[in-house]
């Protein structure tokens, strides 16, 4: 099971209401997955120079003011850290491989669940709706958000095996679906130099993917180079810095619905989830072909 | 017409007084209001009555009909009108994955595109589609008419039985057993009926027919490459 959502604001006016109009869009997705929620949000720009962590810890009481200090002090450079939820956004101009090697060696119990300009993971076990809430998502404004909720077939239910997960510079994906081929491809990105938190095979697709795209190929070069490497059955959603980009395996039997409207473009699992938007009833509506690249925004 | 709202009877209240409807009901005429894509709407009708879904509904919308007509005026989810019996379904905008799978009897005509699998094992439904549909479609059909008047995805028609597939566009590949058959005076009639009964205005003789080759119907050693 599993239930995917997208929704990207082409009406820059509706961003104020980004975090409202995607709230009946995630609930409606419960029955298909009560486990776990998350979802990644476009918003709020960082300075040029300056990178936007997404971190996350188990004690919703760590004290993320310390660490930023901490950091500070280390770094010689600005650092801020907002904590919502059990999460962090902690945001510095401090060079990115030296903040993530900094924290795996201070903070190990810390997990960087994703980083860039603009993105924000927030993921937790438990409803949607309580996830939604417990990140204070509903007043959330920005461009654009992915999100997911989680009936665990393969692996544990955790917050670190819940997606999005993250595969580069304000990239995520999160999956609809069960791959076939993860141990392989996980013990050969392994021996690329790539690390793993989880047992889970959606975590491979975004090691695979950050793998790809580190050794310079386009996210396009990198979704059809996917569709040869990856075996099983998927329908991804990959969230990008200006957009996000759906692609199903060839089979396609994993359910995926796309919607489009002056306003917005919104993918769903199930079309229900889209019903509650706005000119929803007039919409456009179609299912994405198999081993069809679409992509909203410039990427 | 009775209208009914699905938002606020739910799809189990709103099916509920479908099927407790007589056959020589004079309720004949439902508009459903807000379906808001939910799933199973007016399945396992079985009156002849005409039902309006007023907007794009779920999975399995007209599922199981017998003698009802039913109109979706929107997207029909997957598995729409699956294992129609008799009746009629008409779809406006486009149907997701596997269109009339199983299908015994009746009509369901998609104005727009359906996706793959429509018409997979169809056992005598007779399918039409203004638009194109995706691959695998009329997978292991067994009888039946499926017509498509754009383009037919990957692997048309593969282990096809005896059901009749007519294609006015191309088919990007042909699946394992389907073959070209020609167009003879009898179906050049036959096709022309459908699309009459489709309300669908397109010249026959613009089709191709693709049907079975028969030569997967027993296990046959020699063949087994083809399996």
């Known amino acids: ?299 | 017409m009775i209208e009914i709202d699905l938002e606020k009877d739910g799809v189990r209240g709103v099916n509920s007084r479908l099927h407790a409807l007589p056959k020589d009901t004079n309720e004949r005429h439902w508009l459903i209001r807000n379906p808001m894509g939910q799933h199973a709407i007016a399945c396992g009708l079985d009156a002849p009555i005409t039902v309006e879904v007023a907007g794009h509904a779920g999975f399995y919308c007209g599922g199981m009909n017998k003698e009802a007509e039913i109109l979706i005026h929107g997207h029909a989810g997957p598995g729409v009108a699956e294992n129609m019996m008799s009746g009629i379904v008409r779809v406006d905008g486009n149907a997701s994955q596997s269109a009339g799978a199983t299908g015994n009897g009746g009509l369901l005509v998609i104005k727009g595109d359906a996706a793959s699998r429509c018409g997979i094992s169809m056992k005598g439904i007779n399918i039409v589609v203004g638009g194109s549909v995706g691959h695998m479609s009329a997978f292991m059909a067994q009888s039946g008419h499926l017509v498509v008047c754009g383009d037919a995805g990957e692997a048309l028609g593969d282990s096809i039985y005896e059901a009749r597939l007519y294609v006015r566009g191309k088919a990007d590949s042909l699946g394992a057993d389907c073959i070209e058959k020609e167009m003879t005076d009898h179906h050049l009639a036959k096709l022309a009926r459908l699309l009459d009964e489709a309300e669908i205005k397109a010249n026959p003789k613009d089709f191709r027919r693709f049907g079975s080759a028969r030569k997967l119907y027993n296990f046959n050693i020699d063949h087994a490459d083809a399996y």
């Open chain 1, 1 to 299: 099971m599993c239930g995917i959502v997208g929704l990207y604001l082409k009406n820059p006016k509706l961003q104020p209401k980004l975090g409202q109009l995607f709230k009946p869009m995630l609930i409606e997705m419960t029955s298909r997955g009560p486990d776990s929620a998350g979802v990644a949000i476009y918003r709020n720009p960082a300075k040029k120079g300056f990178t936007k962590f997404s971190l996350a810890h188990d004690d919703a009481k760590f004290a993320w003011k310390k660490l930023a200090a901490a950091l500070k002090a280390h770094t010689k450079k600005q650092v801020s850290a907002e904590q919502i939820g059990n999460h962090a956004i902690l945001t510095t101009n401090a060079r990115e491989e030296a903040v993530t090697a900094w924290l795996k060696a201070h903070y190990p119990d810390v997990r960087v669940v994703g980083s860039g300009q603009a993105i924000e993971i927030f993921k937790e076990t438990g409803l949607p709706e309580k996830v939604y809430e417990k990140f204070d998502l509903a007043k959330a404004k920005g461009s654009h958000i992915i999100g997911h909720t989680r009936m665990a077939t393969e692996s544990a239910v955790t917050t670190a095996g819940s997606h999005p997960f993250a595969t580069g510079a304000d990239l995520c994906l999160v999956h609809n679906g069960s791959l076939s081929n993860h141990n392989r491809l996980r013990e050969n990105l392994k021996r690329e130099g790539l690390e793993f938190q989880t047992e889970n095979d959606t975590e491979v697709a975004a090691a695979y993917m950050t793998w790809k795209l580190r050794q310079g190929a386009s996210l396009k070069e990198t979704l059809e180079d996917g569709i040869k490497d990856m075996d099983g059955f998927y329908t991804f959603c990959v969230g990008t810095h200006d957009g996000f980009a759906v692609v199903r395996d060839p089979i396609a039997c994993k359910h995926a619905i796309l919607a489009e409207t002056d306003d917005w473009v919104a993918m769903a699992t199930e079309f229900r989830a889209i019903a509650h938007l706005p000119g929803a009833d007039k919409a456009k509506i179609w299912e994405p072909a198999p081993q069809t690249i679409y992509n909203w925004g410039g990427h």
